[in-house]
């Protein structure tokens, strides 16, 4: 695997069936100690012949560390499947994921499930350096397209994801159907909804809030309407009423 | 049979284990996790007589054995929870008791005698940690003044039991329970949490958007134990403890400090199984102790 | 070169790193971990007028990222410890706080006038968390006027540096803060312990012999935190930050709060050379970060 | 091993040369979390030749049994040798020692102490079960007569292992001059004090109080005089002035 990125494979037979992609499990960290909080993490991949659920995930903190030490025959305590899904593309020719470093772990699942879907997958990835990239042959394996963008030019085009997502939309016939998938850092996010909603292109995006419960008791995760509804309402729950959203009804405050 | 039931005011439970407010949604939330008639009761997220949309993000961040938050209350309001969410709990055959707060004296007032037209509750259990307008933003458990005040006016308009919930952010919490007592509520429920505040010191702002918030969780348990100590010791009527209770044990410490019930509140998050678990351990604490009546602990500590 | 140096009144620190009283012994339990020099001062473990022996076993217990204690100001009285422990201290040429106590204003008065006899001690520091025998054991610094009174009573005995350490377990420490400013105090520390407690089941006895005690640790940050912040923003005088620091990350925390430094307490039981490690953390992060003076992050946070 | 009792050896040559028996090592637990204290261990044995340390402790708790998972090769922060050690026998004709479960760990290391020391060396060693049973056989082979008792009966006499001392000490030769050491849990030592003040035989005693520093900073230690010294002084410190005291002089008020 790419630079302190992880791939962790559990045994869940019955999500393996079920789990479909954008939805999330919250996992108490091992050996969690002062850590109050279980960790979100996407569901990566699903594979139902073996009965497993994969996690992708980076080692930033303390609760990452922990769980990429975790050895095989560990018993994990995971919360899941949380959260809601993407809905996947009817009549549109093509669809467009863009994912910004471990923003990609939803879209191994989403292209599992569009095997059979007949339009043009397109994955623009994002990462740092050459170091951290990951996931590449296989989402090719799975029969998408990449653009692939470094911050430093160490791999692909350098540059920002967005800027070569921007590049390749003002290149394309505008007529075509387009659905764009979106996941990762906040910025990445605020850009691709200016680009999005500059193109009048629909686009769904995975929120990555931090949350205190993962299932709609805390209320800790809010995410802000554009629009606050008629009644007042001016967020959604992340972890409840997403982490899938339509990327133009949200905002990214701060 | 092991005896593990409990008196509040006129309010009988079968278990002394409720959750605590905000922490538990409208119950619905845990009812795919196990059977929600198992437990004491619930309490529900504070209910206002106006819907709130609640704070800016973020509400929440995690401290040591602790958590911050400032959700900010937000709720549908007295009358779309009447029509959304009482459905779904005036089912449960337990004890659901519903919180209440507001920004002045007189919205607690209005709340309460709207909701007290339903069949079928249990008890109301005033949020006084919130701030009163009225008074400057102080909470309206930071002056028994202002405590017997809104305690005798909430009294006024319901016969049914009354509980409120008190800070521990104040010199002398039995003071203002005493104020509660004096003014006719049935029961005081300890601690709300304690303020706080952390800052990232990356970005160089505050972790909460509202700059401070709300301690909860196993860090501040001492604290909710010295609390609930000193309310039993001098109020007659029944206390009920709150405070990073995460186990059948931590229950037990509140118990023997004289609580005669309990609320389960930040542990609902990490483990949705925690208050069920609590009424389990209790019941075989009890049956291995050979302990009848789980309330002849109550207020047993061994002082000397 | 990195600015490390704070200023509390008259007296210049080379860094704002000071270890907190009853925490650090005399220094010398710490003079085989490192150079105490290194460090911004220490700040003795309480002296009071007489000695003291100190509460009865068990004075402590580990609770969830924090402990409990009761030592109950064990100490050699002022004689002895000019006698004994001030020898030692004398040598250090970084700032020494003497840490007073006592049970009536008239005691502090006795222990500062005795004390400041001596040369060099930097700074008194008066902890105010005491119970105060004259006002029914409530603490000095849980009522204003009180707080008031003692500070100005002390004010007149000595010219030096006089720093109020601040009690949490009140509804304003603000107010107090203020009522200190007003009375002549060059700065304020805080927080000193909250009140808590904890019951062991098996015996049903509490943990603690003297029952209830004072919570410490990472446990407390997010309250000292808040409790800084408020008190940066009402006074003049600068603000001495206690609570749960352990590593330069927390410490930075607290100076963009407000605070103009520093006490590490509970931190050097775990790990001795804390106190050091967050110095060095400061100057690294400085470093890294391009800063020249430290004190230019204080009060830094932003707001919105 | 017996049941949940565990031996853990670390390199540390220094100490290894300068330990004494009495003294004790106090270490951070591994994955400590919200465990802030560290734990304190008598030193139970020190190998100069190899460099090693020695500690012998039982599984009770979370901090003890994180310890119990480490492996070869795992890292320790431990913080040593702190506090006193035992006073070696001079004119005595017998040592007698008497350690209650795990209260045997300080003996091994002051027998390898009194290996020259020409005087009969006898062990009283009580289990609560023939499960618990440790250290016998090397207690043996250096030099000293093993009295094993258990609280059931399933290894050794029947009955408390002050029990056993009584009897030893009534049918032995009172003018003989005795030594006694003692560790255990502390209703064993209250029991072994009122033996030792009736037959008038010195003994030293290492207590286990808790601990939040182990080196004198916390105060939080007490072992309470048997007598308040002339200057009101009623209590001494277990890490710093302990952890052995003369048993006459200290009481066990729980
Ligand atoms: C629905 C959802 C799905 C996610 N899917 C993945 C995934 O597939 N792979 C993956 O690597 N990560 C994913 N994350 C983020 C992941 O949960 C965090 O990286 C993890 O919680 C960090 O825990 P830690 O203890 O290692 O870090 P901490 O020590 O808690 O924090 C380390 C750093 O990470 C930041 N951080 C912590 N939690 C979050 C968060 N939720 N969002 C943003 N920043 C955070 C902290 O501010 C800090 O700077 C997801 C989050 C959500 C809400
Ligand atoms: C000087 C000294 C030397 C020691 N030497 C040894 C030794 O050689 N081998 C050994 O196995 N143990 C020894 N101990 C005791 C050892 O420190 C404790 O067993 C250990 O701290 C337990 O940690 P834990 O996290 O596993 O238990 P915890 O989870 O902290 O506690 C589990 C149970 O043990 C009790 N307990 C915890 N600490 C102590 C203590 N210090 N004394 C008595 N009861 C305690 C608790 O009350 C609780 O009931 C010694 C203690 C001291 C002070
Ligand atoms: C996320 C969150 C939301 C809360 N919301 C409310 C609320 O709406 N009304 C209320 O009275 N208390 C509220 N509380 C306080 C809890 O009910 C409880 O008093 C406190 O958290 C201490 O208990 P705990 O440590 O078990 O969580 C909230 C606490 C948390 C953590
Ligand atoms: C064991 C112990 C002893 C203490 N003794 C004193 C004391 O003698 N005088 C005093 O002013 N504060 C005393 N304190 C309070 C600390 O100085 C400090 O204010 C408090 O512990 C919070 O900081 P911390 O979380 O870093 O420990 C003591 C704290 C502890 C844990
Ligand atoms: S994380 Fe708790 S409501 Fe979303
Ligand atoms: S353990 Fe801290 S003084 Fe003994």
New binding site residues.
Partial sequence: MAADTFRLSFAAPAWAQTARAGQ?VNIQ?PQHGD?LWR????V?DADSAHGTLD???????????ALSRCKPGDALDVLGLL?NSFTEPAEEEEVILVAGG?GV??FMLLLRQLRHWPGKKTVFLGFRSSRQVCCAETLVQRGARIVLSSDDGSAGVRGLVTTALEDYLISRDARQKVLLYVCGPTPMLRSVRAVALQYHIPAQV??????ACGFGACVG?PVELAQPRPDGQKYLL??KDG?VFPLEEIVFND | MIDLSTQIASLRLQNPVLTASGTFGYAEEFADFYDLNRLGGVVTKTVTIEPRPGNAPPRIC?TPAGMLNSIGLPNVGVEQFIAEKWPFLSRLVNAVIINVAGKTPDDFVRAVERLDALDGIAAFELNYSCPNVKEGGLSFSSNPRVAEQVTAMVRKVTRRPLITKLTPNVTSISEIGRACEAAGADAVSAINTLVGMAI?I?SRKPRLASITGGLSGPAIRPVALAKVFELARVLRIPVIGIGGIQSAADALEFILAGAAALQIGTANFMNPGAALEVVEGLEHYCAGQKIARLMDLRGAVKLK
Same sequence: chains 1, 4.
């Fill in positions: 999330f960290m850590l960790r979100p993490f996407s990566h996690i992708l995930f980076a080692a930033v903190g303390r609760g990452s560390r959260g471990l772990a939803p995975t929120v990555e809030n931090r949350m995760c992340a972890c982490p | 995690e990232d990356h």
